[in-house]
């Protein structure tokens, strides 16, 4: 049963290429909504592991599943409206539907998986799937963007099979080295000094397809020139390659490496929200601002994986949190470029008069994707800040505030200008396309989600995520 979540997706992915554009995005839709089905019924079924426990299903695989398929559901359902809204790139939807699901069943294969050589694969067919749809426009932009994401990527993905290369030499005496659940009751045999530079490899690499500075650089520019469906799901990508990092912490952390891991994690955590806040500030174009949104979002997520259950716990809620906000946000974008036909801030403006929806819904995402009540990233923050005070790290506390009070700032004066006001002087706006309304929809739900989070979690996803915190912090 585990493969169907693989299999599926891939599957009609493949048929895509051979059906007609009118039923393309019905089959997309069919697709996610087969993936979401199979990942509800985890709640109510068994699934036993397969292949020897290669691949298995356990409370971290089982959360990070269940945002990726709302969010995928959610995107498939956007999707079929946004591709009406422009003629030309209809002779595109079949390779777009194509890869759109390879990429599914590629991230659902990384999250299923307990062999780290399988997880390695899978996260270098998530590259390969998602390239050509950065790619969607075929401008030279674009293709810079592409190439710019394959090689950053490549070269991060290489040190990666480095960093499993190294971890199974340190257990090079136990059977089957890369299979997560053989290393962990034996994790204190290995050879910590092998452990500890295959955690350096792993961090690195996948923090690269993380987006954890100084590895991001390919992100701003993927996450402006894709299109704003394929840009919406990048935050679940990013998650994989996060839970990834996790499992190999799970590893030093049974081995008493604990403190070492943290260590690293918070050094990536820390650049990640410096570097964040200084492209933030004064940033010009709201697609690449959303990108250094998320790398400070991913840096905040490490910070609290490196700061015990509580952070474990606070890190868990702002993946969910963030799955759905950032899904939100690029949705609207798409919607503010159909309407002004411009990624820069300063050529957007008086959204409230123009498109009152948009602009609406616009200040509630920045509302939430800054962590404001009662959006659920409120309580994650607080969370993680909690558990950084009760850590032994509370003198690092000061810069993290510092450096959300200026990313607030930096996305505040860009945000408020581009929804009140008036549209700049000489701003050429496209009339108003009646589909433009039904795409508001998909991001409204996600911003619901975001905000029934905020205000009282599910019994059900506090269990699951309580569960995958204690797996995770080892």
Request: aromatic share 10%; hydrophobic share 55%.
């Amino acid at each position: 049963m585990i493969t169907l979540f693989v299999l599926i997706p891939a599957l009609i992915g493949l048929l895509c290429l051979l059906i007609k554009s009118s039923a393309l995005r019905v089959t997309m839709i069919v697709a996610a909504t087969l993936h979401l089905g199979l990942t509800v019924s985890t709640f109510f079924c068994d699934f036993e592991p397969f292949y020897h426990g290669w691949f298995a299903i356990n409370s971290a695989s089982q959360l990070f599943l269940l945002a990726l398929s709302v969010l995928f559901f959610v995107v498939a359902c956007y999707s079929r409206d946004y591709m009406g809204l422009n003629s030309r790139i209809i002779k595109y939807e079949a390779r777009y539907s194509c890869c759109m699901l390879l990429m599914l069943s590629a991230m659902s294969l990384v999250l299923l998986s307990r062999h780290f050589g399988v997880m390695w694969i899978a996260m270098e067919a998530t590259t390969l799937f998602s390239a050509p749809l950065i790619y969607f426009h075929r401008s030279h932009t674009s293709l810079e963007a592409t190439w710019k994401y394959l090689m950053i990527c490549s070269i991060g993905i290489a040190l990666a099979l480095l960093g499993n290369i190294l971890l199974a030499y340190a257990y090079r005496s136990v059977d089957s080295p890369l299979l997560l659940d053989n290393l962990l009751p034996l994790a204190a045999s290995g050879d910590i000094k092998w452990l500890k530079a295959a955690f350096i490899f792993f961090v690195i690499g996948y923090g690269t397809k993380m987006g954890l500075a100084p590895m991001h650089s390919w992100l701003p520019d993927a996450y402006s020139e894709a299109p704003p469906p394929v840009s919406a799901i990048f935050p679940a990508l990013m998650h994989c390659a996060f839970l990834l990092v996790m499992r190999v912490g799970e590893v030093c952390q049974a081995a008493g490496l604990g403190a070492f891991r943290n260590e690293i994690l918070i050094f990536f955590a820390v650049a990640s929200l410096l570097f964040a806040a200084i492209f933030i500030i004064g940033q010009k174009d709201y697609p690449r601002m959303l990108a250094y949104s998320s790398i400070e979002h991913i840096g905040l997520m490490t910070l609290g994986a490196a700061c015990g259950v509580v952070g474990m716990v606070g890190s868990l809620l702002h993946m969910l949190n963030h799955t759905m906000i950032k899904g939100m946000l690029f949705m609207i974008s798409g919607n503010i470029l159909a309407i002004y036909r411009s990624r820069n801030v300063n050529k957007v403006g008086g959204m409230l008069q123009i498109s009152p929806l948009t602009g609406i819904m616009w200040l509630a995402g920045f509302m939430a994707i800054t962590g404001l009540p009662p959006f659920g990233m409120f309580i994650s923050k607080l969370m993680i800040i909690r558990s950084m005070l009760d850590s032994g790290v509370s003198p690092i506390v000061f810069v993290v505030l510092l450096l959300l009070v200026m990313i607030f700032i930096g996305m505040l004066v860009a945000f408020i200008p581009m929804t009140m006001g008036s549209a700049p002087s000489g701003t050429t706006l496209k009339p108003s396309n009646p589909r433009l309304r039904w795409l508001l929809l998909p991001a409204a739900v996600l911003g619901l989600i975001s905000l029934i989070l905020g205000v009282c979690v599910p019994n059900a996803i506090y269990r699951l995520i309580m569960d995958a915190a204690a797996i995770l912090s080892g």
